[in-house]
């Protein structure tokens, strides 16, 4: 909804969060603070695109 306010969006790319960070912090000696967070299903990462697009529209809409 938040980002249906500007007109300059023209694409939108939904990622998954992912853990392939996680031995890069390792050999830095870096505490990984996202170590508990468990990496995203990449099948929901299309519903979760459609509730950005939808949030977009109906402020789109709110905004006509």
Partial sequence: ??????SNIKAL?????HTMG???YEKLGMEYRLKDVPAMDKNLVIEKKKVVLQGIKD???QMQ
Avoid at 1 to 6: D, L
Avoid at 13 to 17: C, I, R, W
Wanted: aromatic share 24%.
């Fill in 1 to 6: 909804y938040f980002i249906g306010q500007f």
């Fill in 13 to 17: 790319d939904v990622l998954p969060y």
């Fill in 59 to 61: 402020r789109r809409a």
């Fill in 22 to 24: 996680t031995v890069k």
